[in-house]
Nanobody
C-alpha cells in the first residue's frame, strides 16, 4: 500500500515559479513510476511529467516541456515538480500519482495511487 501526500502550490503571476511536493509512504520499489497530472475545470486529467524510479528517466508533455522539471529526493521518497515560466493555462488542480510497471506514462489508468490534489492558479 502506498500513500501520497502533496504540498505546495498556490497562486502566482505569469512568468513566475512554484514548487509542488509529493511525499510517498509505503512500499515504493524500483518498479514504480511517479507522475504529475493536472486537471482544469471542464477538462480531462492530463499527464504532464513522469519519473521512472528504476532508471530515473523523465518524460514531459509538450505543454510543459522546457518549463517544468520533475525531481526526486531518494532519502525521503519525495518527488517534486518545479514549475517555471508559468502561464495562465497552467491553472489547474495538480495531482501526484504512483504506478507499478507503467507502460503508457501519461495514461491515468496506469496509476494506482493518487495524492489529494493541490490547486495552482496563475493570473495577474
Amino acid at each position: 500500500q502506498v500513500q501520497l501526500a502533496q504540498s505546495g502550490g498556490g497562486s502566482q503571476q505569469p512568468g513566475g515559479s512554484l514548487i509542488l511536493s509529493c511525499l510517498a509512504s509505503g512500499n515504493l520499489d524500483q518498479s514504480y513510476s511517479m507522475a504529475w497530472f493536472r486537471q482544469a475545470p471542464g477538462n480531462e486529467r492530463e499527464g504532464i511529467s513522469v519519473r521512472r524510479l528504476a532508471d530515473d528517466s523523465t518524460y514531459y508533455s509538450d505543454s510543459v516541456k522546457g518549463r517544468f522539471s520533475i525531481r526526486r529526493d531518494n532519502l525521503e521518497d519525495k518527488v517534486y515538480l518545479l514549475m517555471n515560466a508559468l502561464k495562465p493555462e497552467d491553472t489547474a488542480m495538480y495531482y501526484c500519482a504512483a504506478g507499478r510497471n507503467v507502460g503508457n506514462f501519461f495514461s491515468r489508468s496506469e496509476y494506482t495511487y493518487w495524492g489529494q490534489g493541490t490547486q495552482v492558479t496563475v493570473s495577474s
